[in-house]
């Protein structure tokens, strides 16, 4: 028999994409989202519920339509420049949101929950590749509203037997093969669809935030993964935790790290010109260096990515060139 996975934030850029996997996986997505930063167009044919994780009756909802197995939570206010400015709005939507859907979970007797983390919850890192053992002190509002978030889960799996695994995403990056979802947020904040947005003409340059870090060409780096690379790991938690297993938490990334550089040039590789940028300040929030050790999800969970920066770049091109307005 089917399992019903409820996808809260399944409208969104990384649970859209596990949306496609899970029914590919012969599970049954129920997708539920406020739209807010979501888009209707990724929603396919599946079951739908316009709601908000705030709202109990929005959750009273869903979870008396459908006996759910599962839920995945994507749900979440996720830029670190924003929260440096609007710090109440993250601690609301993903402290108290989180907050909400973990009581409407107790309240319908639904103990299973995958929960999309962040390596923003490291902060400044002392050891790179970060492992799972790395101290968890956040440098923005973001990460913190992860970390209060995954500390709530290990309360409520102490004292009510709910079982989750926290998935610490480096940079997710890249689109469906095909083009038929992708990334897209208003306003665009995000480095790869920003690069895009020069190459096709939109913007005249891409800001470069800080050339002084400590890093090879001063630049920020970053691991980025791929959004179905992400998604896969979700339904290996999902198998894992109705195996029977225990709550953990896993790093996501590739283990590689690519400077703001870096990218810029492999987009110009591939779309076959030169990128207009600019050297500016260094973005409030922002660690120097965020390269995740992927072992510990290798080892327990069998996980392995199947994309390389390329093929995250090639996705990403396939999408912003066919869809260069996002979803219209
Ligand atoms: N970045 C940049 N210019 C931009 C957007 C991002 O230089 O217009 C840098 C940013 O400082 C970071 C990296 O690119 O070092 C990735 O940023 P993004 O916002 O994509 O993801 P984040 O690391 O914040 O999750």
């Given at each position: ?12 850029y ?6 496609r ?113 790395e ?29 989750s695994?926290?998935?610490r ?10 083009g ?30 800080g ?8 630049t ?17 938690a ?8 225990d ?15 870096e ?11 030169p ?36 093929n ?17």
């Open positions: 028999m089917t399992k019903y996975i409820l996808v809260a934030g399944g409208a969104g990384i649970g859209s994409h596990a949306v996997k899970l029914k590919l996986e012969g599970y049954t997505p129920v997708v539920f989202d406020n739209l807010s930063t979501g888009h209707i167009q990724s929603v396919e044919e599946e079951i739908f519920f316009e709601g908000d994780v705030r709202n109990e009756s929005d959750l009273d909802l869903v979870f008396s339509s459908y006996k759910i197995d599962a839920v995945m939570h994507f749900c979440a206010n996720s830029l670190v420049g924003e929260s440096m400015e609007k710090p109440e709005l993250y601690f609301d939507n993903n402290v108290m949101g989180g907050l909400q859907l973990l009581k409407s979970m107790l309240k319908h007797n639904v103990k299973y929950i995958i929960f999309s983390s962040t390596c923003a919850t490291y902060g400044e890192p002392e050891i790179v590749p970060i492992t799972e053992k101290k968890q002190l956040p440098t923005n509002p973001y990460g913190e509203s992860k970390l209060m978030f995954e500390k709530m889960l290990k309360w409520f799996d102490i004292c009510h037997g709910f079982k695994v926290c998935l995403y480096f940079n997710a990056s890249g689109a469906d093969d095909e038929v979802i992708g990334e897209d947020h208003n306003p665009e904040s995000h480095l790869i669809p920003i690069v895009f947005q020069v190459a096709n003409g939109q913007r005249d340059y891409i800001s470069v935030f050339a002084d870090y400590p890093t090879p060409d001063g920020c780096v970053r691991d980025y993964i791929h959004v179905y690379d992400l998604a896969k790991a979700h339904i290996l999902l198998k894992y935790l109705f195996a029977g297993n709550s953990d938490a896993f790093n996501l990334g590739s283990g590689d790290g690519y400077s703001v550089h990218i810029i040039a492999n987009v110009e590789k591939q779309v076959g010109h990128i207009g940028k600019k050297m500016t300040d260094r973005r409030a929030g922002d660690p120097a260096v965020l390269i995740g050790s992927s072992e510990k999800i290798r080892e327990k969970l069998g996980w392995e990515p199947s994309y390389n920066l390329e995250i770049i090639k996705t990403a091109n396939k999408w912003h060139s066919t869809n260069p307005d996002g979803y219209v």
